[in-house]
DNA sequence: ACGGTGACACCAG
DNA sequence: TCTGGTGCCACCG
């Protein structure tokens, strides 16, 4: 097993499930929404081990802050992480990387643009 | 308790 | 913009 109760990598699967189709996040940013701004390497190390226990994870939707693919290794891991990304629409420009601007997800709370926050 | 590892982020230069 | 160095966190023998 990889965890026993609600341990910072059930945390984060539980976030990234809720990550929308043809959407992505940064490690950075699910450790920010999970109240630990610094534990982006938790975050991938989450993900690296992710239990095959842990269905409907949708970890392919998790990229670095350049908006690259961060999978090391030449086994089907960058290769199939941009694969399922382009299958749900997500675009790679000619450098390999993704627009935070037109797929960045800002979380399950993000407010609507148009908001007013403050004057 | 300790040191090493890793699908990261940030800060100079 | 890119690169190298440094910091941080969770987890494993």
């Keep these: 097993m990889v965890e026993m109760s609600r341990?910072?990598?059930?945390?984060v699967y539980e976030?990234?499930?809720?990550?929308p189709y043809g959407r992505v996040v940064s490690y950075g940013g699910v450790a920010a929404m999970l109240g630990h701004p610094r534990a982006a390497r938790g975050v991938g190390w989450a993900l690296r081990n992710l239990p095959d226990d842990e269905?409907?994870?949708?970890?392919?939707r998790v990229i670095n802050r350049n908006g690259e693919?961060?999978?090391?290794?030449?086994?089907?891991g960058p290769t199939l992480q941009r694969e399922l990304l382009e299958r749900e629409g997500v675009r790679f420009d000619a450098r390999g990387r993704v627009d935070w601007r037109e797929y960045g997800w800002?979380?399950?709370?993000?407010p609507v643009d148009?908001?007013?926050v403050a004057p």
């Design 7 to 11: 341990s910072f990598a059930q945390r």
């Design 15 to 19: 976030l990234v499930r809720q990550v």
């Design 55 to 60: 269905p409907q994870v949708p970890w392919w």
């Design 69 to 76: 693919i961060s999978i090391k290794g030449p086994f089907p």
């Design 106 to 110: 800002k979380g399950p709370e993000a």
């Design 114 to 116: 148009g908001t007013v």
